[in-house]
């Protein structure tokens, strides 16, 4: 056996719904997730993509015919299981690998745990198309049997306030992270200020209210969503959580 291959170490993946993600504790020394199922650095999730995003970032300054080698790509997908939403980050990617995958396909998903802050994402090593919704059926049988007849683990409360970022790529433009953290706040103090108790408020209202176009507001609300700070009480209605 060579060198190459004796040292290869795959982790299995947690086959389980997006909230167990969520509600676990991320070990940033193990750089591992501490779940209900136990450690894990690796998971497997079945959920509709609710949107797709490409940003690209040139990573050298501009001059005549640029080579596709002068930026660096990533797609984003926003990825919901009924139970949660989270965020999968591909890295330096070509887009046009992954224009048969958009928003609305149910695909099957299996990554690294990664986490920036309190928030969770995965870093994919696979992601395709689920062509018979059966499979989400027998999944959720099976993570159903689990949580019956498994010894669940009791999850330890968060280490550090602070997580330091994981992996992230050396290129990311930090300024991406905070630039419309603004405009996103003013999103969320409009949702409590008109929201009330049980409705929550239409997309439409809050629109007009604070005139934003209307691709701007869907993601600073799918980035709420995301965050787990607001919901829809029911289709384009949104309320705090």
Request: aromatic letters at 10%; a negative charge.
């Amino acid at each position: 056996m060579s060198n190459n291959t004796q040292r290869l170490i795959r982790y299995p993946a947690l086959r389980c719904w997006i909230k167990h993600i969520l509600e676990g504790t991320y070990l940033p020394d193990e750089k591992i997730l501490f779940t209900i199922f136990g450690k894990y650095k690796r998971v497997r999730i079945y959920a509709t993509i609710l949107d797709k995003k490409e940003i690209i970032s040139q990573k050298i300054e501009e001059k005549s015919d640029l080579d596709k080698t002068d930026f660096n790509s990533r797609l984003e997908f926003d990825l919901d299981d009924g139970t949660g939403i989270i965020r999968a980050i591909l890295w330096g990617v070509v887009a046009e690998q992954y224009s048969h995958i958009v928003k609305g396909d149910l695909v099957d998903v299996m990554g690294i745990i990664r986490q920036w802050k309190n928030y969770f994402s995965i870093s994919p090593e696979m992601i395709k198309h689920i062509e018979n919704p059966n499979f989400v059926l027998l999944r959720d049988a099976e993570i159903i049997k689990k949580l019956k007849t498994t010894d669940l683990m009791e999850i330890p409360t968060k280490i550090e306030d602070n997580f330091p970022i994981d992996e992230l790529s050396e290129e990311y433009e930090m300024n991406h992270l905070f630039k419309s953290d603004d405009d996103k706040e003013q999103v969320l103090e409009k949702i409590k200020e008109l929201g009330g108790e049980i409705k929550g408020i239409p997309f439409e209202e809050l629109q007009k209210s604070l005139a934003f176009n209307e691709n701007d507001l869907k993601k600073y609300l799918n980035e709420l969503e995301i965050e787990s700070r607001i919901y829809q009480v029911e289709e384009n209605y949104y309320q705090l959580i």
